[in-house]
């Protein structure tokens, strides 16, 4: 069965610093991977996507993820935090099962930044 | 923009009573999910339907049911309600590369 771990669940920045939250999965086949966030309050939202093409991905809010294929991993990654960053983020993967789209998220990383 | 509406985003219920999650997307998915989300253990699939009247077990399927009678709607069924499903219940959908969420329904057994 395919698994996404998530190393860090809980993560406190300041303002300014860099983002990286590492993602794993476990899966021999193609998969695609994505980054949702849960803003407080809010419902989960796609912060990027990767399925194929260059490793590097850009999302929304300055965020980008990279795919390394030989580590499974596809960590999420920020240069500069803002206080609106705090949220909690989940890696998923999902490969195709039966011709259908199966997500399978990590645990969440609960990420507070301190203004 | 696309909208899942889940009909509550609050429910308080007794132990043993019969709970129906309702959830409805308006752009004709195929697909649909309902996931449970507990702090420290994400987010666990309960049930997937990929067609009208077509289920799938997920992770974590028991005590639940569900029913797709129509592309647009999905029903989380817990036949007999316990403690232990006490939870926030997100029903997504997509079209087969991404999912959207609904806002989530918080229950609370008692």
């Known amino acids: 069965a395919q698994s996404v771990s998530q190393h860090n669940h809980h993560v406190i920045l300041s303002e300014a610093a860099s983002l990286e939250l590492g993602c794993n999965y476990s899966y021999g086949g193609t998969v695609n991977l994505f980054w949702y966030v849960q803003y407080p309050g809010q419902h989960l939202q796609l912060l990027l996507k990767y399925f194929s093409g260059d490793p590097l991905v850009k999302g929304i809010k300055g965020f980008e993820a990279e795919f390394i294929k030989s580590k499974f991993s596809f960590n999420l990654r920020k240069p500069s935090v803002q206080w609106s960053d705090t949220a909690e983020y989940f890696c998923?993967?999902?490969?195709?099962?039966?011709?259908?789209?199966?997500?399978?998220f990590g645990r969440g990383t609960s990420l507070i930044v301190h203004p | 923009d696309v909208k899942v509406t889940q009909s509550s985003r609050y429910l308080v219920k007794r132990t043993g009573e019969k709970v129906f999650l309702e959830c409805v997307q308006d752009m004709d998915h195929e697909n649909m999910f309902w996931y449970r989300q507990d702090p420290g253990l994400g987010l666990r699939l309960i049930y997937f339907s990929y067609d009208v009247k077509m289920k799938e077990k997920g992770d974590i399927p028991e005590g639940y049911s569900v029913s797709r009678e129509k592309k647009e709607r999905f029903s989380l069924i817990l036949e007999s309600a316990s403690t232990n499903q006490t939870s926030m219940y997100l029903c997504?959908?997509?079209?087969?590369?991404?999912?959207?969420f609904g806002q989530g329904t918080r229950l609370t057994v008692v």
């Open positions: 997504a959908s997509g079209p087969g590369e991404r999912a959207f």
């Open positions: 998923a993967a999902s490969p195709r099962a039966g011709g259908s789209y199966i997500p399978t």
